[in-house]
């Protein structure tokens, strides 16, 4: 994921202060739970995968 305080949230290094958010983390967390393990990684934009990530929702969000 690109946000790197979503992914610092997720994996408990930083607190969440929005109650909106805490209550999407908990859902997230509940549903975690179904697997073995769950890594929260932080990339950069600049990633070619993300780039083109990007690009194809931007398609599809433009109907193409």
Do not use: C, T
């Not at 999407?24 to 990633?47: C, G, S, T």
């Amino acid at each position: 994921m690109d946000s790197e305080l979503v992914v610092n949230q997720m994996n408990k290094k930083w607190r969440l202060k929005n109650d909106n958010l805490r209550e999407l983390f908990h859902a997230v967390m509940d549903k975690q739970r179904a697997f073995n393990e769950v890594i929260y990684q932080h990339q950069k934009r600049e990633n070619p995968k993300i780039k083109k990530v990007d690009r194809l929702a931007k398609e599809a969000l433009e109907g193409k």
